[in-house]
């Protein structure tokens, strides 16, 4: 549009000296009589300044062309490669830890609690005394017993020594049958008495037995229930104390139902039960490593869950009863698998992409499939290749095609931390 204004303008300065060139000449005559050349020769040079002039304003009225617009400077971006590498397949699920053992102590029977032998969360083993109930009454009940059956075998023996005797006499016609068979019925009655006794004796020496509280397992006490002094009954419902035994533990956790095939069949595979990591719940300790026990035989149709039951070792205490944590079941592992960044992935409403930095240094919008992210890595199935290099921070400054220059070291750690501050400010 510039330059036709510049050639119209360029026309008229060139019509407008044609026509003072023709008036000059014009006036160099004077009624057809030719003006001397010394009076034509300054009208001349006015002329030529005239056209002169001219092409000077024509020169330096023309319209400037605007500037060529300079390119945008690269982007700077961190990067990271696609590598290849073996990864396990998890699958993840929420579990509650349950002790393996739980037993409530309670007294057999009833009496006065005079001494206390643990510390609330104690470590504790089978058959560790936890508590003393008196013992003076059932110990005075032993030694009753045990006086009755002395006293019964006394008369035992008497009545042996008769019935020896009687039979000698009534081989010689001295004693009567009817006597003979008395003292037999005696030594009989005697006997089961004294069977009697030993069974007394025996229930008193067990009821003196249970004036100890020991422990029935291995584990930990919980709060104790009552104070030394008062009187204990086997009625009550809390008991003594609450032992949990949490070496070996459980944890039941639930998967979804889609998963059972595949669990089952892998199962089925390896001829060993799948391995189970349990994790906190922010999924950033592992708490320990246990295998599956137990596949429920229902599934849950209120959540359309199936429960499995694991079994860790426990050995650091890091599990603990009650508490909620993370589970991941290793389902399998996939050889060369192409890992990324967590945060090489972009989400948008067309679905997940990730940029490719190419060999010119320009970057594509790249479509891609994730598999799994696990423990701040990506697995990709498809959309990216092994060793590619790919924009892990800055792609909000991105667009397919723009060129970008690639941070190293300090200064890539610098706008990962910016980057991460933008992102948190809402």
Avoid: C
Avoid at 217 to 243: F, M
Avoid at 305 to 314: C, I, S, T
Avoid at 368 to 379: C, E, K, P, R
Wanted: charged share 20%.
């Amino acid at each position: 549009m510039s330059d036709d204004r510049d050639l119209i303008r360029d026309r008229n300065i060139n019509v407008f000296n044609i026509n003072v060139f023709e008036w000059l000449l014009k006036a160099t005559r004077v009624r057809g009589v030719v003006v001397p050349m010394r009076t034509r020769t300054p009208v001349l040079i006015i002329l030529a300044i005239a056209i002169a002039g001219a092409g000077a304003f024509s020169a330096t009225h023309k319209t400037a062309s605007p500037p060529t617009p300079a390119a945008p400077p690269p982007v700077p971006v961190v990067a990271g490669k696609v590598s290849s590498q073996d990864v396990p397949i998890y699958l993840r699920g929420i579990g509650t830890v349950i002790a393996y053992n739980t037993d409530v102590v309670r007294s057999q029977i009833q009496g006065q609690l005079t001494r206390i032998a643990f510390t609330e969360g104690q470590t504790v083993r089978a058959g560790d005394l936890l508590a003393q109930i008196d013992p003076h009454p059932f110990q005075a009940q032993l030694d009753q017993v045990t006086g009755t059956r002395d006293r019964d075998q006394a008369q035992l023996t008497n009545a042996l020594a008769n019935l020896s005797r009687y039979t000698q006499l009534e081989g010689k016609g001295y004693a009567t049958p009817q006597l003979l068979d008395t003292q037999k019925a005696q030594v009989g009655q005697l006997q089961n008495a004294i069977k009697s006794d030993q069974a007394l004796i025996e229930q008193a020496q067990i009821e003196l037995g249970y004036t100890q509280l020991t422990s029935p397992i291995s584990g930990i006490t919980g709060v104790r229930q009552i104070d030394v002094g008062n009187i204990i009954h086997p009625t009550d419902a809390n008991g003594l104390v609450v032992v949990t035994q949490i070496e070996p533990i459980s944890l039941i956790f639930t998967l979804p139902e889609t998963y059972l095939p595949e669990i089952q069949r892998q199962m089925a595979d390896n001829k060993k039960p799948l391995a189970v990591l349990a994790y906190s719940q922010d999924d950033k300790i592992k708490l320990d490593e246990g295998k599956v026990d137990l596949i429920n035989n229902q599934i849950l149709q209120t959540t359309g869950a199936v429960q499995l039951k694991a079994e860790f070792p426990n050995t650091a205490h890091r599990l603990w009863p009650g508490e909620l944590v993370n589970a991941r079941l290793l389902l399998d592992t996939r050889h060369n698998g192409l890992t990324v960044p967590a945060g090489v992935v972009q989400q948008a409403q067309q679905g997940v992409y990730a940029y490719v930095i190419k060999p010119d240094n320009t970057v594509e919008k790249r479509t891609i499939t994730v598999a799994q992210m696990s423990d701040g890595q990506a697995l990709i199935d498809s959309g990216l290749a092994a060793n590619e290099q790919v924009v892990l921070d800055g792609q909000y400054k991105l667009q397919p095609g723009s060129h970008v220059t690639v941070l190293h070291g300090k200064a890539a750690d610098e706008a990962a931390a910016q980057s991460a501050q933008q992102i948190a400010i809402p």
